[in-house]
Each structure stands twice: as C-alpha cells, then as structure tokens.
C-alpha cells in the first residue's frame, strides 16, 4: 500500500507560480501512474495531472493544460507538480495518489492529507 505525503503549497496572487511535492513510499509507487487531484471548497475532488510510470507520457485536466506540468523521479519516490499562471480558480486542497493511466479513478482510498493552495486575485 502506498503512503502519500503532499508538500509545497501557500498562498499566491493570481499569475503566480507553486511547485508541490509528493514523496509516496510503498512498493507499488514505481509501477503505477500517479497522479494528482484537488479539491475546491464545497466540490468534489477532480483530477489535475497524471504520469505514467515510465515518465515518458502525462495527461492534464483541460483546465490546467499549458499550466501545469507533472513529473516524476522514481529513484526519489518523488512526484512533483510545476503550476504556473494560477488563477483564483485553481484554489484547493492538492492530493496526489496512485491512478488509473487512462481515466482519473485513484488507486487507494489511503489519502494523504493534502497541500492547500490559496490564489486570490
């Protein structure tokens, strides 16, 4: 089982820039994609970025493409997320978790407990 612990987020200005970090443990990480999703206050979690395993391939949201860039370093069991030109709508609590590689279902149900990000305009 895969255990998730989410860092880097704060509070920016809308054009601002945030790099989140996610350090997963657990023999599983390297096989899997990851991904990572938020959640608005009063909204349901969605899907932002995903990786594949092999950090060749990654997919993003329509609401955060040409923003957001994923990546990976399995050697580190470190997933990261680049957000660049954020926007007031782009606020949340950030989780990132193990996911399906061809749609947003999460492969655990063990969440960490997030990295909110706060973008006032």
């Known amino acids: 089982q895969v255990q998730l612990v989410e860092s880097g987020g704060g509070s920016v200005q809308s054009g601002g820039s945030l790099k989140l970090t996610c350090v997963a443990s657990?023999?599983?990480?390297?096989?899997?994609?990851m991904g990572w999703f938020r959640q608005a206050p009063g909204k349901e979690r969605e899907g932002v970025a995903r990786?594949?395993?092999?950090?060749?391939?990654?997919d993003y949201a329509e609401s955060v493409e040409g923003r957001f860039t994923v990546s990976r370093d399995n050697a580190k069991n470190t997933v990261w997320l680049q957000m660049t030109s954020l926007k007031p709508e782009d606020t949340g609590t950030y989780y990132c978790?193990?996911?399906?590689?061809?749609?947003?279902?999460?492969?655990?149900?063990?969440w960490g407990r997030g990295t909110r990000v706060t973008v006032s305009s």
């Open positions: 657990g023999d599983d990480y390297i096989h899997k994609c």
């Open positions: 978790a193990p996911v399906q590689c061809d749609r947003w279902v999460p492969l655990t149900a063990n």
């Open positions: 990786i594949y395993p092999s950090t060749r391939f990654t």
